[in-house]
């Protein structure tokens, strides 16, 4: 008989405690020995016959002509293989444009993998030596003569569009690189009808990811079968995969991206970089293996920036406190070129997209001006303007809490978007399907003890120590659908599929398009397989990042691992165990409704007694299809994709409070508490999402109190290392208590939205607002991130 599939609708759901449930609960990650004991596979610990090393000389300044004046002398130092210009490397790959078609009227011209006789920031690409080793290449650098021609350069985004300023791109004509404007009309008579408008300016400060593992890369070119395989760190093989085809003229199919483990990544590896290129020109020039490593002091320059923004902010409210208008002006510097293929006009897009998302006003205006600048270029980092859009949001709503004399929660719940009120479509345009802002500021409330926290506050500074309290409500969106990046032109997959196989040993394989970069997605990967299927979660053996091996997806961004990828996984592991259900059945000589699958057996239904176990089952398809009748074809592999469907995005939302001590004296803040209510949907690993959400809360943290690419008015980076770039330790850290509430999308049957992303957004507006409540009494607040101890002296009037 022919197999057929019948879809297993069984919902996915927490049980009793002995029942064998493995979403929702707590699972240790499968593959963690592994790393503890040293065992993880790295780019940089890839070896290959005759690989050798490239380095990249950099420009030293902002914005410069060169030319290449004598490389012999680098030519002969040891181990030096070969040197190689832009020139030569443009005669094989194509220049790109990174610009998306609905953002309509964007513009960023041509780039190649090395500059061709201009460069416009200090870090960008221009020569590369390759050598037998990192070190030979490394020595040789110095020997290259170059002559160099400083240009006038562009530092200041908020100067940038100034008629006297310098174009970067005469062609353009400007520094603009976009601009976009949202009005639902009717915000000025608002703002004249409201008993109270507050305006205020926020900085948020240029920020870079800090990665455990660099960026790096491993080129491949085999000439004899014209095969390209690159290993590379990065969170989109099938993207990338696609543009080295496209870029140097080859089938895709004769192209092979590999990211096994993932050093970390915060969106700093789904972009593309010139030095990615480069390295794959040497690799197809040279006819063999080219290994490139970002080193950590070459990162800061040659890695994406992110969060440049001046937002000012204004809203009307009446008396009661309920918010009748918005109105937001967002500026950002995006370096010379926009980044491809995501470009460096999202993180903007996304700021006017949600910024007053939580709240239900009617009248919103929001202008998002992009401009060029001679710095690093920017693009998208954990998070995505969601920080900045929550920061500003958040600072403004209390603010005008204060100036009306209202407690600030109260002000939220006022004004929050009512849990029963979806769908719905926010004043942006936004189309939101669920949310829980009431539960969750109601569950946040009881979990900080807000009352007794207010009265602890009023009897220290009777003490003359000065403590603030600090509140942000967020949205987040995850799970973009193909409105995000397909209907602008970008080739960045919205779908993404899983295949599962059952071996004849009776384990599971599962390949899945979604990858792995620390977060644990191979974790909740398998805990919904073992469920689907119904195996233990030990039989589960997971497979990403490998463009030859996994079905076709986007990657890991977005927060669309679980919800996107966990989803397909979901529907292959129904499928393949309906498969299941339907051979055991002749197998057994069953009807197919009297047998299940649980624990790795064929059990019946009705009682639980286990019949058969898996391996026996699929040792008879594989091995014995002679003693089966004749019309029965196993199919014991099947394959499933998914991706959002209904909304453009699933919309997650949360609530976080900072409580925070002040030093007037010093300006020094210390953290003392931290909280966060999250509603990400089901939770299907609640230690992992905790990780996550406690892991983007210390980032954003950083990018409040730490955080910020300094540069001189020549556009030169003055803190590109280390020991200058602060970013945040365990010991600075408050305790960050973390609970959830529980509202599934109906976009997927899994429910699970998406948690990688949104601690990232609340910092920036709860530990703000916390520090300008402890410094309420003296009439003073902070409105620069980072906030450092220089800035509270200054709005204190001491220094």
Known sequence: MQATVKEETRPIVKQDKDSRQYVGSSVNRPNMRRHLEGRGCYVDDISLPRLVHVVYLRSPYAHARFSIVDVSRAKAMPGVVAIVDGREIATICTPWVATLAHLEGMRSPPEYPLALDRACWQGEPV?????????????????????????????NMETALAPETPVIHPELGDNLCFTKKIDTGGVEQAMAEADLVVEETYRFGRVTGVTMEPRSLLADYQPAESQLTVYQSHQAPHMMQDL????????????????????GAFGLKVHSYPDDFATVALSILLKRPVKFVADRLESFASDIHAREHVVKARIGVKSSGEIVAFDFDDLTGVGPYSVYPRTSAIEGNQVLSIAGGPYKHKYYRARLDVVFQNKSPTSQYRGVGHPIACGATEGIVELAAQ????????????????DDGYPCVGASGIKIEGLSHQKSIAKLEEMMNYQALRKEQAELRKQNIHRGIGFAVLVELTNPSAAFYGVGGARISALDGASLRLEPTGVVTCHVGVGEQGQGTETIFAQIAADAIGVEIGQVKIVTGDTEATPYGGGTWASRGAGIGGEAVLQAGRALRSNIRDFAAVVLKKDRPELDVADGFIVDSSTGAHLMPLAEVARQAYFRPDILPADARPELMVTRHAAQRGFPFTFTNGVQASYVEVDIETGFVKLLDHWCVEDCGRVINPKLVDEQIRGAIVQGIGGVMLEECLYDENGLLRNGSMADYLVPMAFEMPDIHVAHIETPTNTSELGAKGAGEAGTAGPPGAVMNAINDALAPFSARVASQPITPEKILQALGTV
């Open 127 to 155: 020569l590369a030596i390759v050598a037998l080793t990192r070190h030979q290449a490394e020595d040789a650098l110095p020997m290259v003569e170059i002559d160099w021609h400083e240009l006038p350069v562009v530092d």
């Open 244 to 263: 080295y085809a496209r870029h140097f003229d080859l089938p895709e199919n004769s192209v092979r991206v590999i990211c096994r483990d993932v050093g």
């Open 403 to 418: 100036r009306l004399g209202i407690d600030p929660l109260k002000m939220r719940l006022i004004n929050v978007m009512p």
